[in-house]
């Protein structure tokens, strides 16, 4: 553990380690320079001491000399002078003594032992003899000397002290050069020590730098090293060669880096290797998508948000005649739909693209209009989905098919099944026209076989051009290429048509037929209804035998019609109540000839119920008749009745649209006019003959009875012939086919100023007159005339000048003006010009009188609604006989007044 | 109402011959044809007929257009029209009547029937 600890932290370790050693190195380098220090000035201390006491022996020497010379001196003069000296010499001598005394004592061990005890010895010695000299031997001297002592014992005394002295100044002088010695022996030393001291330091300095110099080289190897190989791995792994790996080569921290930058590399390399994978199945995807995108027959686009079309295929492309880039960026709607033909710009808002991004659900438009780069079009079918990401609409992809074939296609089969139509028929007409001509004796009578004969071809030929018919009924049919013009149409108006059908039918066979209508009604084609229905009847008729009863009856049945069509019959097996309505399906195989069906009318009575939404089946079973039922849903009532709430004109109004009819209605109710409303040409002239409405509001293209014939019915009874027409049409007046006996048309979309305007006009012309204003300077021709109309129980006023004229018709507010056009100051024609302006008289009808002829620019001054004729050379009798034919043209309630 | 005049204009032959016969023989009319839409407007200018039967579908100038010229030329435009055709759609019907056609009779007819049914759309006495 501690090996791989080591090794783990080996480099730190060694680190530590080697900074370690290098502080150890400088600290006993230092403690070495320390102690070194410590000797030399050890040394230096004791060179210093060693010199203080030579110096200290030294004097002492001469101190020691200087008692002996002032002893002497004592002793040969007994003088104060010198006895003060002998007294201070001694007193300096003890001093010294004490001085070096105490050095000795205070300056313990130092230097060698026997080096020591001799320059010790030596100086006790010589302090013993000093001592005794100066302390015994001097005074004794001096003491004999005053004591007159003899010559020897003062001898002797100066003997010993010399001999003391001697030894004194022998031991000091020794001791000095003891001590020199010792002196030169320490500074010798202190000099050896100063350089070992140098010596120390060098050494320490210099394996420092080495040990650093070491250390820097390590750190290269070991560490720096690795970081750089690292650097450089890293350097290529990112310029992309993931292949990189770094020896690991060092210990430690370094091996670390490198083992963990390897693991990276090849963490990396992996990750991109699963990506370029990832990367190669996308493109795989991609291009297999794209591949099924480029060779889809259909155009595709896709569009984001905005709707601009982020994505094409080559069929988008090809079909609109792009390069694909060249859609790219715009919007659908720029690109590909183009404006109407009057020019105005494509429906954004109503365009299924935008409603499939705006709602998120799919849209398809059967037909529509796309418009190639070059501006030609060409009609399309598409569909728009909308895509949805994390639950939002992100955009649209279009699907969309050049149906320009289809329909030629389609348009063929129109023209071929026309063409077979017409091709078959051409020469059926004229074999069944000549078979039944002859058949019919019209060019003499025949043998009877030769009848016979004849009969069988004209029967087959009739039942040969009912199959044509039927074969390219169901065709029709069933391909969808038939549209039902469907409508509102009374249950009952059905029933009777099929009835009348086949009443003839019937009769000739003895059977009778009973029908039980209900008010009721549908929205369906009538023709194909009754069409279904005279089949069901004479399929009825044909299973029942004579006497027998045939029914129809038609009942409500909570949101449809019921109709049932029921026989007497022989019935139908269970098993056949299905297929009797497939194809050529007879009960009976023999059925066909007998009957003479083709084996197709109840399969095109079944198309057609379907296509009204509804379903058909048959109820039966043997020899108990058989009941065919067809449902078709109901049609709401929701027709207003005619209001009778206004107090206003009645208004009837013919349209075939119920929508119109309610609008309308709606739009009379709140003006306070009357409704009465006409689902169809032939109703209004029922309904007009019957209610007398004061006007008659008839749109023109309605099925069955047109607007044409409506009017030309109503002017033709005498009891509509004068209710005014107003015509609303989508035909414009201009290019429509007028209407005779119309005199007011509005366009359809009409909106409600048109609408009550032309009603106004259309009533103010016929409603009441009974109020007249005669504008004639001649006072008496305008009392004649007043009198005239007066006598019709009129009310009259009677204006001689345009400006009175002006006035009187503002108070009056006349139904009727009659007008002198010579009034003086042309004031005639500006009278009318004033009327024509006004709002409300601009309608009133105008007959004018002049005594000249007016120019072709006078006329159309008065404009066309104006009543001209001439005063000429007629006496006012007569005059006001034309004036009345014509007041009684407009108003023919004047006229039975 | 015997002794009318009805020009009949069909491209073909063996119609015209049909139709001739029947109106003939059994309506008991004067029966006038014409084999294009060119030669009928010319005859009918021409005779005056009371009535004229026009075939739809011919080739160069067809019922339609035919008709049209009719109703251009002031002399025969009063002349009323019955149409023969195997169009029986009901908005082909619509689309004749609002044209001003009086009466649209589905081809192949009844022989038999044809006088009387012209009769009826033209509303004369059978």
């Known amino acids: ?897 | 109402m015997a002794g009318q005049r009805i020009l009949v204009i069909d491209d073909e032959e063996d119609i015209r011959e049909v139709a001739q016969v029947s109106l003939e023989a059994v309506g008991g009319y004067e029966v006038l044809t014409a084999a294009s839409g060119r030669e009928g407007l010319e005859t009918a200018r021409a005779e005056q007929p009371d009535a004229i039967l026009l075939d739809w579908m011919m080739p160069d100038m067809d019922g339609p257009a035919t008709f049209e010229e009719l109703r251009g030329d002031a002399t025969i435009r009063d002349i009323p029209v019955v149409m023969l055709t195997a169009k029986v759609q009901a908005a082909d019907r619509r689309r004749l009547a609002e044209l001003g056609v009086s009466a649209v009779l589905p081809k192949p007819f009844e022989p038999m029937k044809l006088a009387e049914q012209v009769a009826d759309a033209l509303g004369w006495d059978a």
């Open chain 1, 1 to 897: 553990m501690i090996g791989s600890t080591l090794r783990g932290r080996s480099l730190t370790l060694r680190v530590v380690g080697a900074t370690a050693v290098v502080v150890a190195l400088l600290l006993t380098a230092f403690a070495v320079f320390l102690n070194a220090n410590e000797r030399v000035r050890e040394s230096e201390l004791l060179v210093q001491r060693s010199t203080e006491a030579v110096s200290g022996a030294v004097e002492l020497k001469a101190r020691t000399v200087q008692l002996q010379n002032a002893v002497r001196a004592l002793t040969l003069v007994d003088d104060g002078a010198f006895s003060a000296d002998y007294r201070e010499a001694r007193r300096s001598l003890a001093r010294g003594m004490d001085e070096l005394q105490r050095a000795e004592e205070a300056d313990g061990g130092r230097g060698g032992a026997e080096e020591e005890e001799d320059g010790e010895a030596s100086i006790a010695v010589a302090l013993e003899a000093i001592r005794a000299y100066s302390d015994r031997l001097a005074p004794l001297q001096l003491r004999a000397v005053r004591a007159g002592a003899s010559q020897r014992r003062e001898a002797t005394l100066v003997r010993e002290g010399r001999r003391r002295v001697r030894v004194a100044v022998g031991r000091l002088n020794f001791f000095v050069d003891e001590e020199g010695e010792e002196v030169a022996q320490r500074r010798a030393q202190a000099r050896a020590s100063a350089f070992r001291l140098e010596a120390v330091g060098a050494g320490a300095l210099g394996s420092s730098v080495f040990l650093v110099i070491l250390a820097a080289l390590y750190m290269a190897r070991s560490v720096i090293g690795p970081i750089r190989r690292v650097a450089e791995g890293a350097r290529h792994l990112a310029a992309g060669d993931l292949s990189t790996r770094v020896p690991e080569r060092a210990t430690g921290e370094p091996k670390q880096l490198a083992e963990a930058f390897n693991a990276m590399a090849a963490s990396l390399q992996l990750s991109d290797d699963r990506l370029r994978e990832k990367h190669l199945e996308l493109k795989r995807v991609f291009s297999r998508q794209h591949l099924i995108l480029n060779s889809a027959g259909d155009g595709i686009y896709g569009l984001d948000r905005d709707g601009t079309i982020r994505f094409a295929n080559p069929a988008a492309g090809q079909a609109t005649g792009n390069e694909v880039d060249e859609l790219l960026g715009r919007t659908a709607h720029d690109a590909l739909h183009p404006r109407d033909e009057d020019g105005v710009p494509h429906d954004v808002e109503g365009c299924p693209i935008t409603a499939a991004l705006r709602d998120g659900q799919a849209h398809q438009v059967l037909e529509d209009v796309y418009e190639r780069r070059d501006g030609t079009r060409f009609p399309v079918e598409y569909t728009a989905t909308p895509i949805e990401e994390d639950g939002e609409v992100s955009g649209a992809v279009v699907v969309f098919k050049d149906i320009t074939e289809r329909r030629e296609i389609d348009r063929m089969k129109d023209e071929f099944t026309s063409v077979v139509s017409h091709e078959l028929r051409t020469p059926l007409t004229s074999i069944r026209g000549s078979l039944g001509l002859l058949a019919g004796g019209v060019l003499g009578p025949l043998p009877e076989k030769a009848q016979r004969m004849l009969d069988i071809a004209v029967s087959n030929t009739d039942r040969l051009v009912r199959l044509i018919n039927d074969i390219l009924d169901i065709e029709r049919m069933e391909s969808g290429r038939v549209t039902m013009q469907r409508q509102e149409i009374a249950v009952l108006e059905v029933m009777r048509g099929a009835m009348e059908s086949v009443g003839a039918m019937a009769a000739g066979v003895g059977v009778r037929l009973e029908v039980e209508p209900i008010e009721a009604r549908v929205w369906a084609d009538p023709d194909r209804l009754t069409q279904m229905l005279t089949n069901l009847l004479s399929n009825a008729i044909k299973f029942s035998p004579p006497g027998a009863t045939v029914s129809t009856t038609a009942r409500r049945s909570g949101e449809e019609i019921l109709f049932a069509v029921a026989d007497e019959g022989r019935g139908i097996p269970e098993d056949k109540l299905e297929t009797i309505f497939e194809r050529f399906q007879q009960v009976d195989a023999s059925d066909s000839r007998d009957k003479g069906g083709t084996g197709l009318g109840l399969a095109i009575c079944r198309s057609i119920v379907e296509q009204h939404g509804g379903r058909i089946w048959a109820e039966s079973a043997p020899d108990e008749g058989a009941t065919f039922v067809v449902s078709l849903p109901a049609l709401v009532e929701d027709e207003p009745p005619s209001s009778d709430n206004g107090t206003g004109p009645a208004v009837l109004v013919c349209d075939d649209d119920p929508s119109v009819r309610r609008v309308v209605a709606g739009l009379l109710a709140q003006r306070g006019y009357r409704t009465v409303p006409a689902r169809s040409g032939a109703e209004a002239v029922e309904l007009a003959a019957r209610e007398r409405p004061d006007v008659i509001l008839l749109d023109l293209l309605m099925p069955d009875m047109s607007g044409w014939a409506t009017a030309a019915a109503l002017k033709e009874r005498p009891e509509t012939r004068e209710i005014p027409i107003v015509v609303a049409s989508v035909l414009p007046a201009e290019e429509g086919h007028p209407v005779p006996g119309t005199e007011e048309r509005i366009e359809k979309p009409f909106d409600e100023a048109s609408l009550f305007e032309a009603l106004e006009r259309a009533l103010a012309v016929h409603g009441d007159v009974s109020k007249v204003l005669v504008v004639e300077d001649d006072l008496d021709l305008g009392r004649v005339l007043t009198e005239i109309f007066e006598r019709r129980g009129l009310t009259v006023a009677h204006a001689q000048s345009g400006r009175a004229a002006i006035r009187e018709s503002q108070r009056l507010e006349p139904d009727l003006l009659i007008l002198d056009l010579g009034l003086p100051d042309g004031d005639g024609f500006s009278v009318v010009d004033w009327l024509r302006e006004h709002e409300r008289l601009g309608a009133v009808p105008i007959v004018v009188y002049t005594a000249r002829d007016l120019t072709d620019a006078e006329r159309a001054r008065l404009g066309p609604d104006t009543d001209v004729f001439l005063k000429g050379a007629l006496s006012p009798d007569e005059f006001a006989g034309r004036v009345l034919d014509l007041v009684g043209r407009l108003s023919p309630r004047l006229v039975e007044a």
